[in-house]
């Protein structure tokens, strides 16, 4: 099974910088692209960043400010995924979440995270 932790989310100030990450537990042979989200009540879910076979994608509105990347622990059962976020904005707040889709043996099945909370506010 594949089971992903977010950390990271907090209170800023808007300008001000945070960094997500989501630790991505399993065989990693069985996950495929990666990704973040984020969830405002009353709004559909967004597509913030996806990485996939190392290259990055990202929403328009967070073009620029925010950074996608992933590292891998070396035994092949863990890695992380983190975004850096700069110069956050209040319509930056949200839940974030942590999105993997699953390869190989765990092929065509999602995987979520339970979310980390983004507040941009003075």
């Known amino acids: 099974q594949v089971q992903l932790v977010e950390s990271g989310g907090g209170l800023v100030q808007p300008g001000g910088s945070l960094r997500l990450s989501c630790v991505a537990s399993?065989?990693?042979?069985?996950?495929?692209?990666m990704a973040w989200y984020r969830q405002v009540p009353g709004k559909e879910r967004e597509l913030v960043a996806e990485?996939?076979?190392?290259?990055?994608?990202?929403?328009?509105s967070v073009l620029g400010r925010f950074t996608i990347s992933r590292d891998f622990a070396g035994d092949g059962a863990k890695s992380v995924m983190y975004l850096e976020m700069r110069t956050l904005k209040p319509e930056d707040t949200a839940l974030y979440l942590c999105?993997?889709?699953?390869?190989?043996?765990?092929?065509?099945?999602?995987?979520w995270g339970q979310g980390t909370q983004v507040t941009v506010s003075s």
């Open positions: 399993g065989s990693q042979r069985n996950i495929g692209f």
């Open positions: 999105h993997a889709r699953g390869i190989n043996y765990y092929r065509g099945r999602d995987f």
């Open positions: 990485l996939n076979d190392g290259y990055a994608r990202y929403s328009d």
